[in-house]
């Protein structure tokens, strides 16, 4: 079986895979790094979002093999010291999360809408979420929170 | 998933060699569409062969006054490429409305015209513009390339290297997204240029095709107007849970007008 190693949250993490284990199950079931989600298996939900090489991609349609070598950041990653990641504080802040299932995904793919926009329009922000979905929150409180995380007030 | 081998390609020579050792094997340029598809069974590869990594395959160059894009650049390098934007900013505009952000990080050119998905947007780009795709053996007309449903000229082992799209004096592309999977319902590019008056239609058929009787109307009035009392017939259209042919037909005609008029 071949062997993968890459660099999970600042940390190095390796392991022996099947060429078909995807990254989300490296994630979940080797690391036991189980904040991010599985919500769906048509590629469409965004449950399991993280950042590869600093992009946004979904851990549930990329192999752990692709992976390997790279550099990932998961939803467990982003606090520093026990401080949530302003994203994390202004979902938090804004209520924008209800059931918090989708949570981890929409939380990683805004924090890269805002490394890619740093002041995005709504407009901007409602299309960067085509790719995650919530059954909850409606998401305009997420919206809201992305705004505020991105100081923009009145949001 | 049925397991297979997995190969990350370092060059296309070493590509080519290992799908040709394997008794059933399969590129990889993204997986947006290859991993779903192996996550249905409905595909059973010995090897995948993934040449993502091919540093050469990717990325966006000028040759000889042609736009010219790598088979691995993802919809998202080429939809932020200065080149593109300044050169043949609706090729930008297409690759920006593709799924979602994320599939954008990892899908690629190449991965999408060798699916040939007959919703899939960048069909109406090489169609609509007139480019040629390069291969590792050989260059082919897009009006060549896409010969039907998923289906294309491609031959066994044969990797797509690039697309090389001349530059337009004018292009649009409007598309009436599918509001799930953002594919094309329908999705029209319209073109003036090197490569002749051109409207390609995505989405409405089994396979991409041009509208010959608009391309007409538009060689001698690039307008909007021009286009008016133009139809298309529903008889070979697609018809789904999604819209009928005849809904689709009168699509298109809205969507070429919206074309031409996002051409300026
Ligand atoms: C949720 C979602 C939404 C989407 N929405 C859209 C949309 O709105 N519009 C749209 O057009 N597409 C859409 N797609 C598809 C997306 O654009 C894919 O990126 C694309 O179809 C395939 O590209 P890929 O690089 O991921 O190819 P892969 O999945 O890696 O490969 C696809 C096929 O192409 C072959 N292949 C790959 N590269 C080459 C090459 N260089 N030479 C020869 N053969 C090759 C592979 O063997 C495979 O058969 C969507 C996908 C998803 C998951
Ligand atoms: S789990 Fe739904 S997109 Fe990955
Ligand atoms: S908060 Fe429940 S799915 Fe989004």
Redesign the interface.
């Known amino acids: 079986m071949?062997t993968v190693s890459m660099t999970v949250n600042g940390q190095p993490a390796a392991g022996e895979v099947?060429?078909?284990t995807?990254l989300v199950e490296f994630l979940r079931e080797h690391l036991r790094l189980t904040g991010t989600h599985v919500g769906c298996?048509?590629?469409?939900c965004?449950a399991c979002?993280v950042h590869v090489n600093g992009?946004?991609?979904?851990s549930c349609?990329?192999?752990a093999?692709?992976a390997?070598g790279a550099e990932v950041t998961t939803i467990e990653g982003l606090a520093t010291n026990g401080e949530l990641h302003p994203m994390q504080a202004a979902f938090k802040e804004h209520h924008g999360l209800q059931c918090g299932f989708c949570t981890p995904g929409m939380v990683m793919?805004a924090v890269?809408?805002l490394n890619t926009n740093a002041n995005p329009s709504e407009r901007e922000i409602r299309e960067?979420l085509?790719?995650?979905i919530c059954r909850c929150t409606g998401y305009n409180n997420i919206v809201k929170a992305i705004q505020a995380a991105a100081g923009q007030t009145g949001g | 998933?049925?397991?297979?081998?997995?190969h990350?390609a370092g060059s296309v020579e070493e590509a080519v060699q290992l799908l040709s050792g394997a008794s059933e094997g399969t590129l990889m340029g993204g997986?947006?569409t290859l991993?779903?598809v192996?996550?249905?069974r409905l595909a059973n590869p010995s090897d995948?062969v993934?040449i993502?990594g091919i540093s050469a395959l990717s990325g966006v160059s000028e040759d000889g006054g042609k736009v010219v894009v790598g088979a691995t650049t993802t919809h998202?390098a080429v939809a932020s490429d200065a080149t593109v934007q300044a050169k043949i900013p609706a090729l930008a505009v297409l690759a920006e409305s593709i799924?979602?952000?994320?599939?954008r990080?990892?899908g690629t050119i190449g991965g999408s015209i060798a699916n040939n998905d007959p919703a899939a947007d960048y069909p109406a780009a090489l169609v609509g513009l007139g480019a040629t795709i390069r291969t590792n053996t050989r260059e082919i007309a897009a009006d060549d390339f896409f010969t039907g449903l998923f289906e294309t000229a491609l031959g066994d082992n044969e990797i797509i290297t690039a697309v090389a799209f001349p530059v337009p004096d004018k292009a649009g592309y409007a598309k009436f997204p599918n509001p799930?999977?953002?594919y094309a319902v329908v999705g029209v590019m319209a073109s003036q240029g090197p490569a002749g008056t051109r409207v390609a239609v995505t989405g409405a058929g089994p396979c991409v095709f041009r509208a010959a009787d608009m391309e007409a109307a538009l060689s001698s009035n690039f307008s909007a107007e021009a286009l008016s009392g133009i139809s298309v017939s529903a008889d070979d259209l697609n018809s789904d849970i999604h819209a009928s042919a005849e809904y689709r037909a009168h699509l298109v005609g809205v969507m070429a007008r919206r074309a031409v008029a996002a051409a300026g």
């Not at chain 1, 298996?41 to 469409?44: A, Y």
């Open positions: 071949p099947e060429g078909r995807l298996d048509t590629s469409q965004g979002v992009k946004s991609v979904k349609t990329m192999l093999a692709q390997d793919s890269d809408l960067w085509e790719g995650n | 998933m049925y397991n297979f081998n997995y990350r997986g947006m991993i779903p192996l996550k249905q995948v993934d993502g998202a799924g979602d952000a994320q599939v990080n990892r799930a999977s953002r």
